[in-house]
């Protein structure tokens, strides 16, 4: 499967970003569909996960203003950030991996989009 992630960009402090990843190749539906970001100076960190049941998984530092989605009829995968603050600012990728496990290991996912950057101003 082939992963395209979109929709970063400059947002200010409190502001929202949806952001957006593209599947080909595979139906989405049949991985695991998570979402890491990794900013300056720091290791790529895990942010979200959407099972194959559709049961949705998050970090402490992100749960209930970050909502995962999956749209099986676009083959899509989106982060919905609300609620946005300067510790938020990363570039961030979205993974798809074939097998259930430890979803926060971002080595035991198989597949990498490129990067979207984002950017929250204070």
């Known amino acids: 499967v082939q992963l395209q992630a979109s929709g970063g960009g400059l947002v200010q402090a409190g502001g929202s970003l949806r952001l957006s990843c593209a599947a080909s190749?595979?139906?989405?539906?049949?991985?695991?569909m998570g979402w890491f970001r990794e900013a300056p100076g720091k290791e790529r960190e895990f942010v979200a996960v959407?099972?194959?049941?559709?049961?949705?998984y998050y970090a402490d530092s992100v749960k209930g203003r970050f909502t995962i989605s999956r749209d099986n009829a676009k083959n899509t995968v989106s982060l919905q950030m609300n609620s946005l603050n300067s510790e938020d600012t990363a570039v961030y990728y979205c993974?798809?991996?074939?097998?259930?496990?430890?979803?926060?290991?971002?080595?035991?996912?198989?597949?990498w989009g490129q990067g979207t950057e984002v950017t929250v101003s204070s």
């Open positions: 959407v099972w194959r049941s559709g049961s949705t």
């Open positions: 993974a798809a991996r074939r097998f259930g496990g430890d979803y926060h290991r971002r080595t035991d996912y198989d597949y």
């Open positions: 190749g595979r139906a989405v539906s049949n991985y695991f």
